[in-house]
C-alpha cells in the first residue's frame, strides 16, 4: 500500500474543510459553500443561441410538427423531457412528438431510428453535432434540425442550427451536460415569449449533470444543480427517490442521486424492454396513467391487488430493473475478469471481445469495472451490423480508471489510426473498429502509452499520526456530505503507526469479513477483507490476544447514523502491516 499527498496538500488540519477543498482545486471556498446566481453565465454567450430560438418560434408559430429525439440514458431521457414539458405548457394541444431509440446504447441519429416524414422540426438534444451525413439526408427531405448538445465536435455539421457549450468559445463552462444547454435555451424562450417556466425544470437539469458525471467543481454546473435538488417539482423523479428513501437516509444530495438514483435508471437504460422504457418516458413526461398491479405476498400479509401509477410503476419497474443489471453485471464482469488475467501484463489497455459474454447494454458498466479492478484503461467489445458500411464490424464501450495519468482516453484511441471512431465523453465513449484490426489496435495502443505508468497510490488529502486524529476533524469532515459530487471526492486519510492487541479487534459479518476498532471515540472499520487483506490475515493467525500489531491504513472519514445515532467513523480502504509481536510463539508446547 502506497499513499501521498494531494499536489497542492498542506497537510493542514487547522481547517480541514478548506484544505480538502483546496486540493480539489477550489481556491475560494468560501464562494464555493455561498454560490449564487452571479455565477451563471448569461445564455446568449452559446454560439447560435438566438438562431435556435429563431427556428424554434418560426415553426411554433406556424404549429409544424415538432419531434424530439430521446437519447439513450439519463441526460437523454432529462433533457428530451424538459423540451416535451415545456412546448405542451406553451400549448396542451402542440403537435410535438417523442422518437425512442429501439437499440440498446444508441445515440443521435444512429440507424436504429426513423424519423416521420410528417415531423417538420427534429429536436435533438443531447446528441446530434457529429451527425453531419444523417443531418444532411434529413434536411435535404425537408426537416429543419435543432441541435442541443454538450459532446465535443468532431466533425463539421452546416446542416442544423447547433446549439453547443464546447462549440462556443465565449461560453467558459464546459462542463454542462446536454439538459443544461436545454435549460438555457429554455431561458432564452422564456425571454422571447414573457414567460417563466425555465426554472421549473431545473429538477431534471440536475438529475442530468449528476447522471451525465458533470464536473461539479464548476461554479455554474454546481449552482444550477443544487438549486434544482432544492426545488423537485416532477412527479417521476418524485417517485424515484420515494422509493429509495430509505436508502438514501431521506437525504436528497448530489451523492445520493448519483448512488441511488441514477443507477437504476441506467439499469432501465440499459437493459429494459422497450415497452419498459417507453412507459418510463411517459412517467418523466407526466402522463397521467393508472395500472392493476398484484403485490407479492409478504411474511404472513396475502397478496393483494392495487391501483398503480405510472410514476410507481416506472420506479418499480426501474429498481427491479437495477437488480437484473447487477445479477448480469456480476456474472460479466467474473467471466472478463477471468480473460483479463491471462492477458500480457506489459499491455496498456485491456482490450477484449466480449461478443458471447456481454449484452451491449452492459458493456460499459462493465468496461469500467474491469478498468478498476486492473487500473487500467479497458475497450471491451461487441460485433454488430453497421448498416453503413453492411458488413460487421466490432462497436463497444471504452472506459478509463479514476486518477488516470491519461486525461482523454478518446483522444488517444483518436489518435491512434487504427480505431474508425471514438466518440463520447473523453473517458467514457463508444468505438467503432474493423474486425480484423483487433490485433493492430493493442500493438498501436501499447506503443502510444509506452512511456505511461499506472500509479495506484492513493491521493489523500492528509497523513496523520493516529494521536492526531481527533472528533472535530471527523465532524467537521460531516459537512462535505452535502458537497461530494464529480471532481469533489470523499476525503480521504492516511493514518500511520496504529499499535493494537488482538483483543481490540472486533471480527464480525455473516463471512466474518468484517474487521474494526476504536480509538479515541472514533470506530474504524474494513468491509469484505479477503486473503491478502495484512491486517485481516494478521488476525486470523494471531492466537494470543495481547498479541500486537502495529500498522498504517488509508480510510474516508464519515458520520454513521443508526437509529438516531451519529458515530464517527473511518472507513478502511487500504492497510499495511509494519510490524507484529506475537507471545503465543514464545510459548512451549
Given amino acids: 500500500m502506497q499513499y501521498k499527498l494531494y499536489d497542492k496538500a498542506n497537510n493542514d488540519t487547522s481547517d480541514v474543510l478548506k484544505e480538502v477543498l483546496n486540493n480539489r482545486g477550489i481556491d475560494d471556498y468560501y464562494r464555493y459553500l455561498n454560490l449564487d446566481k452571479s455565477v451563471v453565465v448569461p445564455y446568449q454567450a452559446l454560439d447560435c443561441i438566438d438562431k435556435a430560438v429563431e427556428l424554434f418560434m418560426n415553426h411554433f408559430n406556424e404549429k409544424s410538427k415538432i419531434g424530439i429525439l430521446v437519447d439513450e440514458d439519463p441526460d437523454g431521457f432529462c433533457s428530451a423531457s424538459m423540451m416535451y414539458l415545456y412546448i405542451k405548457r406553451m400549448d396542451q394541444n402542440y403537435p410535438v412528438e417523442y422518437i425512442l431509440h429501439t437499440r440498446t446504447k444508441t445515440h443521435g441519429l444512429s440507424d436504429d431510428v426513423v424519423i416521420p416524414d410528417s415531423i417538420e422540426l427534429l429536436i435533438i438534444p443531447d446528441a446530434g453535432t457529429n451527425d453531419t451525413e444523417q443531418c444532411k439526408t434529413l434536411v435535404e427531405s425537408g426537416i429543419n434540425i435543432l441541435i442541443l448538445d454538450h459532446h465535443e465536435s468532431e466533425e463539421s455539421n452546416t ?8 462549440m462556443s468559445n465565449n461560453y467558459p463552462n464546459k462542463s454542462l451536460c446536454g439538459a443544461g444547454i436545454v435549460y438555457r435555451f429554455l431561458q432564452a424562450l422564456d425571454e422571447e415569449n414573457w414567460n417563466e417556466y425555465a426554472d421549473d425544470y431545473l429538477d431534471l437539469c440536475a438529475l442530468a449533470n449528476i447522471s451525465d458525471v458533470m464536473d461539479m467543481r464548476s461554479y455554474e454546473t454546481r449552482y444550477l444543480t443544487d438549486l434544482g435538488l432544492l426545488n423537485i417539482n416532477n412527479k417521476c423523479l418524485k417517485a424515484l427517490i420515494n422509493a429509495q428513501n430509505y436508502s438514501m437516509g431521506g437525504k436528497i444530495n448530489i451523492h445520493n442521486i448519483q448512488w441511488y438514483i441514477t443507477p437504476i435508471l441506467n439499469g432501465m437504460i440499459r437493459i429494459g424492454s422497450q415497452e419498459e422504457k417507453e412507459l418510463l418516458f411517459r412517467a418523466f413526461i407526466e402522463q397521467e396513467e393508472y395500472f392493476v398491479y398484484k403485490k407479492r405476498a409478504i411474511k404472513d400479509k ?16 426501474c429498481k427491479n430493473a437495477k437488480s437484473r443489471q447487477d445479477k448480469q453485471k456480476e456474472k460479466s464482469v467474473t467471466q472478463i475478469s477471468d480473460i483479463a488475467e491471462y492477458l500480457p501484463q506489459e499491455d496498456k489497455v485491456i482490450i477484449i471481445d466480449a461478443t458471447d459474454i456481454l449484452d451491449g447494454g452492459l458493456t460499459g458498466v462493465v468496461a469500467i469495472k474491469i478498468a478498476e ?8 467489445l461487441n ?10 464490424t466490432y462497436g463497444g464501450s471504452a472506459r478509463n480508471m479514476n486518477h488516470s495519468p491519461i486525461d482523454s482516453f478518446k483522444d488517444i484511441v483518436n489518435s491512434s489510426g487504427v480505431f474508425n471512431f471514438g466518440k463520447g465523453h473523453p473517458n467514457a465513449f463508444g468505438i467503432n473498429l474493423d474486425l480484423e484490426r483487433k490485433d493492430e489496435a493493442i500493438s498501436v495502443m501499447n506503443k502510444i502509452l509506452q512511456d505511461i505508468e499506472y500509479d495506484s497510490t492513493y491521493r489523500v488529502d492528509f497523513i496523520l499520526d493516529i494521536d492526531d486524529v481527533s472528533l472535530k476533524i471527523i465532524t467537521d469532515l460531516a459537512a462535505l456530505e452535502d458537497i461530494i459530487g464529480q471532481g469533489i471526492e470523499e476525503s480521504m486519510f492516511a493514518i500511520e503507526n496504529i499499535n493494537l492487541t488482538k483483543d481490540c479487534f472486533d471480527v464480525f459479518g455473516k463471512n466474518e469479513d468484517t474487521i474494526s476498532f476504536i480509538i479515541n471515540d472514533i470506530k474504524y472499520i474494513q468491509f469484505k477483507c479477503k486473503d491478502g487483506n495484512e491486517l485481516y490475515d494478521w488476525l486470523q493467525s494471531a492466537w494470543d490476544e495481547n498479541d500486537s500489531v502495529v500498522f498504517n491504513i488509508v480510510g474516508k472519514p464519515s458520520i454513521n447514523e443508526y437509529n438516531g445515532v451519529r458515530t464517527p467513523q473511518i472507513i478502511i480502504e487500504d492497510n499495511v502491516v509494519i510490524s507484529t509481536n506475537n507471545n503465543s510463539e514464545d510459548e512451549e508446547w
Fill in 383 to 392: 460485433k454488430h451490423f453497421d448498416k453503413k458500411s453492411k458488413r460487421i
Fill in 159 to 166: 446542416y442544423a442550427v447547433i446549439v453547443n457549450n464546447q
Fill in 373 to 380: 479492478m486492473f487500473n487500467k484503461p479497458c475497450i471491451l
Fill in 302 to 317: 396475502a397478496s393483494e391487488i392495487i391501483q398503480e401509477s405510472i410514476y410507481e410503476r416506472a420506479a418499480r419497474l
